[in-house]
């Protein structure tokens, strides 16, 4: 066969196999987790890695959260500090615990949260995603927007937990319409969770006020109208965040911490609840606000 009709053959497979890919996967989740109630979604403020080890008003809400909801087959967490060109999906049995991050106690880097893994899951999830390829990581593991916050959730990780990358070479939409296609993932007992910070600027923290309750006038604003648009389910504001000034602009100088918000509400169903926990400004400059979803 000819090189481009090798090629042309190729691109007329290419489409049909993805489909049945999707279609196969859809039986391994009836296979690998049983059909369950809607699990809800969650986005979690995870703030400083220093709330792994203390006790505060924020974990206390992460603590009390779980404990509304059925205990789940895994997580899937879509974290801000694991940011990749391509989407990646970590398929190891035993994710490693990252100390990602400087500068802190000794205690904090001596946590460990041996929560397995599940590939399973983590082929599933490569399969149920039609929008990009998604290719499955050996080397990542779990990094502190992940387990500093589940830790408290479940603390004797006893819960498999895998964690989706984002891919910061694509925008807001990219995210969000990915994100809807993890759907079918809360029917199979899959806790999904965002791990961020919608109000983040490190450049910016009053150092002075960090643990205070407190927040400049522009990170006040932003969050204000952050909390109106999730209540009304307007998330086409939320996608298009750089349209709104000078607020959202400091408030969200990067967008890492922000999309996993995105990847929460997208999840949304009409029938879905949404309760806002953990709602305090820090620092000047962030804020730990969390939601649930359902």
Known sequence: MKK????????????ATHSAMNLNSLHNLTSTFDKTAKMPVLF????????????????????????????PNAILCISAHWE??????????HPRTIHDFGGFPREL?????????????????????QTTDVYLDDKWGLDHGAWSVIKHMYPDANVPVIQLSLDYTKGPKFHYELAKELSKL????????????????????????????????????????MHNFIL??????LINYQ???????????TPEHYLPLLYSLALQDKQDDIHLFNDQPIAGSLSMTSVKIG
């Open 186 to 225: 809360r029917e199979r007992g899959i806790l999904i969770v965002g791990s961020g910070n919608m109000v983040h600027n490190l450049r910016m923290v009053a150092w002075n006020k960090l643990n205070e309750t407190y927040a400049f006038d522009w990170a006040q604003e932003a969050s204000e109208k």
């Open 109 to 129: 880097f001596e946590v460990q949260y041996p929560a397995p893994g599940s590939p399973k899951l983590a082929k599933e999830t490569q399969q149920l995603i």
């Open 44 to 71: 979690l403020g995870h703030g400083s890695p220093m709330n792994a080890i203390e006790e505060n008003e924020f974990v206390r809400g992460f603590r009390k959260v779980s404990s509304g909801i059925d205990m």
């Open 232 to 237: 009304d389910g307007n998330h086409e504001a």
């Open 84 to 93: 990749t060109r391509g989407t990646m999906v970590t398929a190891m049995e």
């Open 243 to 253: 349209q709104h000034g000078r607020a959202f602009e400091l408030s969200i100088p």
């Open 4 to 15: 481009k009709t090798f090629l042309k053959t190729l691109a007329v497979l290419a489409p």
